[in-house]
């Protein structure tokens, strides 16, 4: 969790201040900005502030107030001389160090459609997927179980697959179904490869 946070400030840190962030609100002297609103924006995935309901826009705003007011409060009682303080102070600046660092040396390279093309052609090899088979399968007590089922599905109508799904889930016993329930789902394989 700790590294989380630390990521997250350390992004948030490199990411930048925005230069026409809207004030929502003001709090002794300070505003409530649009990177601020973001910070807690995180939290939900895709959230634009614009598009949510005024009812949820006022509930960030005031969430963004009370941060403010919550962060003033613990310097005002000394936080800065903690000593976890200060640990996880010096690792953020240690990864906002590597974030900016990756960030600038991201932004020079330049890499043209006919060098993708020549590594690939080099590497072409590389890029292979070996060819995956699908299997399913059915875990019987004992043989006549599996060739009634069989039979079954030789006397099957329409959707193959879709009559084996439905054989194998009717075909567990109740008291088995939930330590064999995964028996009948797809199993992935390359070739060469066994289940």
Known sequence: MKRKVLS?????????????AAVYATVDGKDVTTDDINVLLRSIPGAK???LPKES????IDQAIERKLLTK????????????YKEALEKIKDDLALEVWMKRKYEKINVSDKELKDFYNKNSDKFVQPAVVKARHILV???QEA??????????????????????????HWSKRKKRRRSWMVQCQANGQRV
Do not use: C, P
């Open 141 to 143: 007590k004992t043989e």
């Open 147 to 172: 060739k009634q089922i069989i039979k079954e599905l030789s006397n099957a109508k329409g959707n193959l697959a879709d009559k084996f799904i439905e054989l194998a889930k009717n075909k567990i």
């Open 49 to 51: 502030f614009e598009t």
């Open 57 to 60: 826009q006022k509930r960030i």
């Open 8 to 20: 997250a400030v350390a992004a948030l840190l490199v990411a930048g201040s925005s230069l026409n």
């Open 73 to 84: 409060q613990a310097k005002k009682e000394g936080i800065q001389k903690d000593k976890e």
